[in-house]
């Protein structure tokens, strides 16, 4: 017997209590007989002004993911996707190794992680070295993108840190906002331009870019969802979220 509705596979999903993207996001994305089931790492929506702010944010995250985990896994998932981004990057490619681990130990099940999806992305439009990218974050966020990107060989040549002043005001940002910030992170010498944050409701802005700009513009909720299928033997092509999901 399999489950009635996700036949094919059911997705466990982990994602801050403030966000409200990434669930309509994935949603969107699910090919027939794959289904998501979210858990919420619980946080507070405290205001996000400087980067010990930030800080403060991430600790919220880091008290709470353990038992969104526990949460989720109650209804078997297959495979666990953290529709979260900032903590997948702290630390650079070892902190991401080392989060990956923690979190399959404590699941039991293969976990797909933002990090991951976005290097995966990457490397399926050939080699690309130089790109832009687009963040929510403060600085101190920042620098853990970079140095990720960094460490697996990607040069960042433009970053717009967009700063948001709360978690849950990240889905705040219009489409024109992110618009205009692909737009500030491309020149002639970036190969492709990568949006972090999982909460920037960049997928369809991130696919119409992508065909004026003429290069690959990466979503993160995108490549996430995208390298979850992948992982588990799902080719489904899914129109309308640029060439990542539509083509790869």
Not at 71 to 95: I, K, Q, R, Y
Not at 100 to 122: F, I
Request: glycine residues 8%; negative net charge; proline residues 4%.
């Amino acid at each position: 017997m399999v489950d009635s509705l996700g036949y094919r596979k059911k997705f466990g999903v982990i994602a801050p209590s403030t966000n409200t993207s990434v669930q309509p996001e994935f949603d969107r994305m699910s090919p027939v007989g794959v289904t998501n089931h979210f858990s919420r790492i619980t946080i507070p929506d405290d205001p996000v002004h400087s980067d010990e702010d930030f800080l403060k944010l991430i600790d919220n995250i880091r008290a709470a993911i353990m038992q969104s985990i526990d949460s989720v896994m109650t209804c078997s998932p297959d495979h666990l996707v953290m529709g979260m981004s900032a903590e997948t990057f702290w630390d650079g490619l070892d902190g991401s190794v080392q989060l990956q681990k923690r979190v399959e130990e404590r699941a039991g099940v293969k976990v797909t992680m933002g990090s991951d999806a976005c290097q995966a992305a990457l490397a399926k439009y050939g080699d690309i070295k130089r790109i832009g990218v687009v963040t929510p974050y403060m600085p101190v966020g920042d620098k853990q993108v970079v140095k990720f990107f960094s460490d697996c060989g990607y040069e960042v040549v433009h970053l717009k840190g967009l700063q948001c002043q709360s978690p849950m005001l990240i889905a705040h940002v219009s489409e024109k906002e992110l618009r205009d910030s692909i737009n500030e992170v491309n020149d002639s010498s970036v190969e492709a331009i990568v949006q972090v944050g999982t909460n920037l409701a960049m997928a369809r802005v991130a696919g119409i870019a992508e065909f004026w700009l003429d290069k690959p513009v990466i979503a993160i909720n995108t490549a996430t969802y995208w390298y979850a299928l992948r992982q588990n033997g799902i080719e489904d092509k899914v129109q309308g979220w640029g060439s990542l999901l539509s083509q790869h």
